[in-house]
């Protein structure tokens, strides 16, 4: 008998990331999942602190942490862990699937991510859109602001 492995198009592999983004059923899940993620690196450090601040009026939702941010090489890496994750068999962290970056599709169709190491003067950014049109994940912008 031949074993074929499992493999992906490009196509598939865009609708594949379109559906994780679908995989909270509710808005407090995608918020669980941002502030421990938060939670998780802010623990590492004396008096870390997550602070979720909510503005219905203009539709956005700001998570922040003091935690020690991501550099650049950091953060350019970020698309391609989806599902590989660094907390994987640690019992002190909770996430571990590596999917936890794509839950904003649950709420809405962007996400912005600014981060800064404490040495650094400049921050770094990150924005990933979903195309509902064609479902896709469009590719992240990323950027120093």
């Not at 995989?23 to 899940?29: E, I, N």
């Not at 003091?66 to 640690?90: C, F, I, R, T, W």
């Not at 709420?107 to 600014?114: A, P």
Request: proline share 6%.
């Amino acid at each position: 008998m031949v074993k074929i492995p499992f493999g992906l198009s490009d196509e598939g592999l865009q609708r594949l990331l379109y559906g994780l983004t679908k995989q909270y059923p509710r808005p407090t899940s995608v918020l669980r999942e941002y502030v421990t993620n938060g939670v998780d690196e802010a623990i590492e450090i004396p008096n870390g602190q997550v602070t979720v601040l909510l503005d219905p009026q203009n539709r956005r939702i700001l998570i922040q942490d003091n935690a020690p941010g991501l550099n650049m090489s950091e953060v350019q890496q970020l698309p391609d862990k989806v599902g590989d994750s660094a907390k994987k068999g640690k019992p002190n962290k909770r996430g571990e699937k590596g999917i936890g970056l794509l839950a904003f599709g649950s709420i809405g169709n962007r996400v912005h991510f600014i981060t800064k190491r404490k040495e650094y003067t400049k921050y770094n950014y990150m924005r990933y859109e979903i195309d509902y049109y064609n479902e896709r994940l469009e590719n992240a912008d990323v950027d120093e602001i």
